[in-house]
């Protein structure tokens, strides 16, 4: 795509990263998707202007909760500035406007699984459900042979991390300590029907050894204990936002 329009999309992004953290703190806070913005904070979830919608001024301007006090993170600035930047990279690689809808599309659901996954170890099905449908619709207008790949890789990537799950509950005996959830299995299936295969192969391995190495850091700097349970869904999100916007192209 022309410098142009990587500009355009770029800007655009910056206001998907601001609505993607809105709506990924109403659902970390059990709130409709689209109440608009609110504290993060636990149990405070009181409203902000809605301004808030919007990027950096959003931030701004809505920066202190009334109720609680407590100031919006500096995080979300950014998570936005991120979300610009991917925008961006994926306009520069992709010259077919189909493909580069695709990874556009799919990144939201991706980006609210990581937040609120990494806000709260929940994936919620709702979200899960949202990108499906988002890929069986990108799949269909590819033809019937898409649709059927989308399948067939969400069902070969539910095999796999459903062999995890129980490995790892057998290695660690314990269903509630396990690495893996039923949540990433969910939302293994969901990565296989964005990216297809081969790709999934590596997303899916690129998102384990992310996990490996966050848990390595997370440990090291004792941010988390060795019987914390650490989320898997952030990395595996991020391994399919990287296969998205380099593979293909
Ligand atoms: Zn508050």
Redesign the pocket.
């Known amino acids: 795509m022309s410098g142009l329009v990587v500009a355009l999309l770029g800007l655009v992004g910056l206001f998907v990263g601001a609505a993607v953290w809105v709506v990924s703190t109403a659902q970390a806070g059990r709130r409709p998707l689209w109440s608009g913005p609110a504290?993060g904070?636990k149990d405070?979830?009181?409203g902000l202007p809605a301004v808030g919608w919007l990027p950096i001024v959003g931030f701004l301007a809505a920066r202190r909760?009334p109720?609680?006090?407590?100031a919006q993170p500096a995080k979300r600035l950014g998570f936005e500035l991120a979300v610009a930047g991917y925008f961006a990279l994926a306009a520069a690689r992709f010259d077919d406007p189909r493909a580069l809808a695709a990874v556009l599309v799919f990144a939201v659901p991706l980006l609210v699984v990581l937040l609120v996954d990494w806000w709260t170890r929940l994936i919620h099905l709702e979200t899960i459900y949202a990108g499906l449908a988002l890929a069986v619709a990108f799949a269909l207008a590819d033809g019937p042979k898409t649709l059927l790949e989308a399948v067939l890789t969400a069902v070969g990537a539910v095999l796999m991390f459903a062999f995890f799950f129980v490995l790892a509950a057998l290695i660690y005996r314990n269903v509630k300590v396990v690495p893996f959830g039923i949540g990433d299995v969910y939302l293994a299936a969901l990565i296989a029907a964005m990216v297809l295969y081969p790709n999934v192969i590596s997303a899916l391995f690129l998102g384990m050894f992310l996990a490996a190495v966050g848990s390595v850091v997370l440990l090291a700097t004792k941010r988390v204990g060795r019987r914390d349970p650490i989320p898997y869904g952030p990395y595996l999100c991020a391994g399919a936002l990287v296969v998205l916007v380099l593979g293909g192209g």
């Open positions: 504290c904070t405070c979830g009181a909760c109720a609680c006090g407590a």
